[in-house]
Structures are given as C-alpha cells and as structure tokens.
C-alpha cells in the first residue's frame, strides 16, 4: 500500500491579483487551486492535454472553499493538491495553499470535476488518464 | 412582514473570461456573485463603500460553488442575490445565475463574510450597515 | 459620405478589477477595450461569433494605451470604440475610456487585429464580415 | 562602466489565462510584464514594496505591446525585463516574452511608469530607489 501523492507546486502572489483591501483577491485562489491540480496530474503523469487531446475535459461541478488568512502582494505560497476521490466518471481534489516560508495554512478547498467529451456529455475517464490519476490515491 | 429582497444584475460573459474549453471560466463566477452582491448592498441602502469610508471590510470567508450549465461567450447572464443570513459580526449571500432570456439555472452558490477593521480583527458590523442589510432579510 | 459609427458601452468597476493601490488595475482597460469592440461589431451587424463560426479568428497583434487618470470600485465607466483602420487582413480600432457621468477621458489606446484561420495563418477577413465592418467607417 | 541588468522570471501559462482561441489572452501579457517588473526591481535591491511602504507607487502611464506568436497552456515562458530609461519623476521598462525552452520571442513590450504620493501628484522618486534602479541601466 504506498502513500497518497501529494503535489507542491510553489507560486508569488502578483500585484494584478490583489485587490483594494491589500490582499489577494479571494477568486484568485480558484485559479491556484487550478495550477495545484494542473501540478498533481502532471507528476502523476497524466497531463491534463493528453486528456484534452483524447476529446475529454473535466468540468468543474462542485467547489469549497475556506479562507483563514490572507495572503499578501509577493508573498511565496505553497499549494499543496491530492486525490480526495477517485470514480469512473468524475473526481475530487483537495487543496490547501500555505505560505512557502512558515507553512502556515490559509485557504484549504475542494473541487469536484467531471469528465465530459467534446458534446457537454459525461463520460468515463479514459482508462489510460484514470490509471495513472490512481496511483495518486496510493491505496 | 415583509418579502425577502433579491437584487438582479445583467452582464454579459466577456472574451477575456473564456477559456479554451470554450466555456467562462468557473473562477469567473465569484467575480460574479461579487458583482451581485454590491448590486444587493446598494439597493438596501448600504454602500459598500460607506463601509469601507467607516475603516471596515468584508472579508470572504467561506464560497460553495455548484455549477450546472457552463455560460459561453457574450451569453447575458442574470446573477440573483439575496441575504440568506444576518448576524451580529457577519453574513451569509446566497446566488444564482441565470440565462438572462429563458432564466434558467446555471450555477448556485453562497459566501460568508466577516466584518474585520483596519487590522483585520473580527468587529460588530456597524449599526448603520447592520440596519440597511437588515431589511433585505424580509422578516 | 456617412458618419464614423463610435459604439458605446456603459460598465462598471469591479471590486475584483481594483488592485492594492485601490485603484482599477492597468490590465483591465484591455479586457474593457475588447468589451467596447464587440459592442462595435454586434451593432455594426458584423458579430464576432459569426466570423469564428465561419473559421476565422482576429488576434490582436499590436496594442498601445496611455493612462491619463485612475478609475475607482464601482465607478461607472463608458467605453467608446471606432473604426480607425480597415484593411484586407486586418484593422485597427480606437477607443476611449470616459467617467459615465461627466465624460472626462480616462484611458486611451488602439489595437491592431489580424485575420487567421483555424491553423493561426494570416487570411483575407471574409467579405460579409468586412463589408459590415465597412460601414463603420462612414466613409 | 557595467552592463545593462536584464531580470528573468520563469511562469507557465495558466489554464484560467486561455481563452475561447485556445491562446493566452493578450491582456495577460500586462500581468507577465508586472511579474518581470518586480523581479527587476527585487533583483536591483529596490524592491516595490519599500517604495509603498515610503508613502510612493508607480502609475502605469503607457504602455506598448507587439504580439508576435502566441503562448499557449502549461508552456513555459521566460519574461525579459530592463530598464530603458529613468528619470527623476518616472522610468520606461522594457519586456520580452520568450518561450522559455527555445528562447524564440512571443511578444515584446514597454510601460512607461511614474511617481506618485498617496494623493496621485507626481513626485520625484526617492533616492535610496532612484539609486538602486540606476545601477540597472549598467551606464
């Protein structure tokens, strides 16, 4: 039984991403998450445009999200990402994004994502891209 | 007793808000129930703004996000905010949005705020704020 | 000789669109500029949809803006957008970004477009899209 | 007499920064030639904050961009930033967006930046910034 992957990816919050209140606006970190699970599916080698290039897409169905703390303008984030769930038609990634220096948590998340082909329809996850997305449950 | 208010704002989806699976990007929707929710403080009478004048801030604290049907590019959209609950230090918003023509459902969602100072301490919200918002309640 | 057609488009700042200078972010006046030119081309009868439908894309290949004074939250914008330029495989339009309700210049600029085709090669804008374009010249 | 300083910066094209093209949306490129910025300004010992923190920030007073090929998701990009020119009241920045494995050039660029104090009237730029963004002309 091995362990469950867990993918770092690290990134500097930009200027363009914080908003009036000094802080990096709250939607930005939908977009962290995204670079996170992008980060995940690479490393487990199965790289999202090989999905996309078989005619299949996951489209996000469900999201949650906490926000603890605040990140500011340049502050170094770690965003962590892994395999919550893993079904024939659809799967759940969990995040949590820290600072880089302290690994203090400040937002942790979840998306639901579903395979779907080029038609909208849902779909099976094309085996090569489940079995490999597996691997990262490390059951 | 009075009817719960529910604020509606049109916008159309923008070029720069698709993504290349050809749909708004799912990220775009909190921008949205932004955007809602600043439409719904406005007609109960309780500016943003004059929060922010008055040294606080609403601080997100939590989003859920179901998405039904993805909006493609130039689709008007109708996005429905209203109070779902009102207490002494914060609030809960709930959202829909809706094709603007055939007002069918595309995605639902709801987001806590926090009122927090200059300092990012948790405070009352401020009388003036709580009252206008209160009435959006209906009760 | 007819009038140049100057289409116009009302929006307002959004609280996501401010940066930590508390101010819209510079990036945002080319995401309200393409909001502005698809105006121009849905009145001028020429949507952009059709011309994608028909194959062809227009990637802006030049961009130039000059920042006269900041937009704020909330502050509601009027976008003007005009034919400056048509050629066989490409255009230029201008724009001007003004304060809604007093009509003071903002933000400035222009962006040169070329027509491709699905493989991004340079192509002749196809004639029902350029003749609609044509009459906004007022030539 | 030293050598100009050209700041690198390494990112990967985000999945939220494509658009319905299936490119990188070309207002994303303002936000690469921001990142680029401030790794300059890091990088000379003149960091942004320091200079906020002083009471000044940067207006963007212009801007010039050249699109050349465009970028697409998960590329890597590596962005070019230097110093064009500085004066007491303002300095011109220049950018180049590489691919970064080839190094062919995808898009070039230039903003034109000035000093301002909390109330928007252009100031002189502080010396201990002034100084330290000198070193990076390399005269």
Not at 23 to 40: C, K, M, P, S
């Amino acid at each position: 039984m091995g362990q469950k992957h867990i993918a770092e990816t690290r990134l500097k919050v930009r200027f363009a991403e914080t908003d009036m209140m000094g802080i990096a606006h709250h939607a930005n970190y939908l977009v962290y998450f995204e670079v996170g699970r992008i980060t995940l599916s690479n490393e487990l080698g199965a790289p999202y445009a090989e999905l996309e290039k078989a005619g299949f897409s996951l489209a996000v169905s469900e999201v949650q999200l906490r926000y603890k703390t605040p990140a500011v303008f340049d502050q170094e984030l770690t965003i962590l990402a892994w395999m919550e769930k893993l079904g024939s038609r659809g799967l759940t990634i969990a995040y949590e994004v820290l600072d880089a220096a302290s690994r203090d948590s400040l937002v942790t998340g979840a998306t639901r994502l579903i395979c779907v082909d080029r038609d909208g329809q849902v779909r099976r996850i094309p085996p090569f891209w489940f079995d490999a997305m597996q691997k990262g449950l490390g059951e």
